[in-house]
């Protein structure tokens, strides 16, 4: 009896060693990367597009949700992995991209970055595989969580020319290519590696054109993975938020004393006092004299024109001089 089970266990644990053996052997990612682009394209269903019946965005979750959980939406994820120069906004832990370069693997052109309103768009995340076709090349079948993955997967998504996304919009490879030639290669083997992750199938014309691509470069492979940069943010809870808005506005009133105390204690020049008012000649009394002896008894005499208590009567010869 124990010959037996011993003979089962080690059967048993023969085929578990192959078991384990056979799985290491697959690509982690499922992509199967490495592989001939040629051959992984075979291996793929062809099927008929279904129809797009039910398609929402929504049904691929919340756009650029943080999946991965490191504090950074996956559009900024996939700026930071394929920009350089990258510069980030102040207080985001170097995770929301303000401006950088990008050499668009869609044209072979370099495009400035710069966030904003009007200028943000020259830079787009395209799906290398849209979501639109995958919904209708098998998607629908997935679940809201595979969809939302397949979504946020960095192995299926690229920083591109806007103009580029746009025109491509939800087009496979048998309606758009990649206008810079020697990126088509590249481009289908990872529309291959994407559909071969997700179960996802392919039209007959869209078999041809890939294939028609892949003839021009035999040895293509399906690409590696590629993830995003290695990320140490943390999520930033609601109460980091309130303390570092409390401490900017620290930061703000600690600047403004300063800005203040150095206005105080600037020397205040003293105001230039005012000249003095020049003196207002005393105001003119009337002065009477009856005749040239009262003139001279006050001393007044001679009165000449002009002056207190001259009269043309005092004047007798009208010289210009009274009580002569």
């Known amino acids: 009896m124990m010959s037996v089970l011993s003979g089962l266990l080690a059967v048993g644990l023969v085929v578990g060693l192959s078991a384990?053996?056979?799985?290491?052997?697959?690509?982690?990612?499922?992509?199967?990367?490495?592989?001939?682009?040629?051959?992984?394209?075979?291996?793929?269903?062809?099927?008929?597009?279904a129809p797009k019946t039910g398609y929402k965005r929504t049904q691929f979750g919340k756009a650029w949700a943080d999946v991965d959980r490191n504090g950074c939406d996956t559009r900024n994820d996939i700026l930071n992995r394929d920009l350089t120069d990258v510069k980030h906004k102040v207080r985001t832990h170097d995770c929301v991209v303000e401006s950088g370069q990008l050499h668009d693997p869609?044209?072979?052109?370099?495009?400035?970055?710069?966030?904003?309103?009007?200028?943000?768009?020259?830079?787009?995340?395209?799906?290398?595989?849209?979501?639109?076709?995958?919904?209708?090349?098998?998607?629908q079948k997935l679940s809201q969580t595979k969809r939302t993955e397949l979504a946020n997967d960095p192995y299926n998504l690229l920083a591109v020319q806007g103009k580029?996304?746009?025109?491509?919009?939800?087009?496979?490879?048998?309606?758009?290519?990649?206008?810079?030639?020697?990126?088509?290669?590249?481009?289908?083997?990872?529309?291959?590696?994407?559909?071969?992750k997700y179960s996802l199938w392919i039209t007959q014309a869209e078999k041809e054109?890939?294939?028609?691509?892949?003839?021009?470069?035999?040895?293509?492979?399906?690409?590696?993975?590629?993830?995003?940069?290695?990320?140490?943010?943390?999520?930033?809870?609601?109460?980091?938020?309130?303390?570092?808005?409390?401490?900017?506005?620290?930061?703000?009133?600690?600047?403004?004393?300063?800005?203040?105390?150095?206005?105080?204690?600037?020397?205040?020049?003293?105001?230039?006092?005012?000249?003095?008012?020049?003196?207002?000649?005393?105001?003119?009394?009337?002065?009477y004299y009856q005749n040239c002896t009262a003139a001279r008894a006050?001393?007044?005499?001679?009165?000449?024109?002009?002056?207190?208590?001259?009269r043309s009567q005092l004047d007798r010869d009208h010289d210009g001089v009274a009580c002569e």
């Not at 491509?168 to 590696?193: H, M």
């Open 164 to 196: 580029a996304n746009q025109k491509k919009s939800d087009g496979d490879a048998a309606t758009w290519l990649p206008s810079n030639k020697s990126f088509r290669c590249e481009y289908v083997a990872r529309q291959i590696g994407v559909k071969h």
């Open 20 to 49: 384990g053996s056979a799985l290491a052997g697959e690509p982690t990612d499922n992509t199967g990367a490495g592989q001939s682009a040629t051959q992984a394209l075979d291996s793929l269903e062809v099927k008929g597009r």
């Open 298 to 310: 006050a001393g007044a005499a001679p009165i000449y024109q002009g002056q207190p208590g001259y």
């Open 209 to 287: 054109a890939i294939s028609k691509v892949l003839s021009s470069c035999p040895t293509q492979t399906v690409p590696d993975y590629t993830g995003v940069k290695d990320s140490t943010v943390e999520k930033t809870t609601e109460s980091e938020q309130t303390e570092q808005q409390t401490e900017q506005q620290t930061e703000q009133s600690a600047e403004q004393a300063q800005q203040n105390q150095q206005t105080t204690q600037a020397p205040v020049p003293e105001p230039t006092p005012a000249p003095a008012p020049a003196p207002q000649p005393a105001p003119q009394q009337d002065v």
């Open 106 to 139: 869609y044209t072979g052109k370099d495009i400035a970055f710069k966030k904003g309103w009007k200028t943000s768009t020259a830079v787009q995340i395209d799906h290398v595989v849209a979501l639109s076709d995958a919904w209708q090349k098998g998607a």
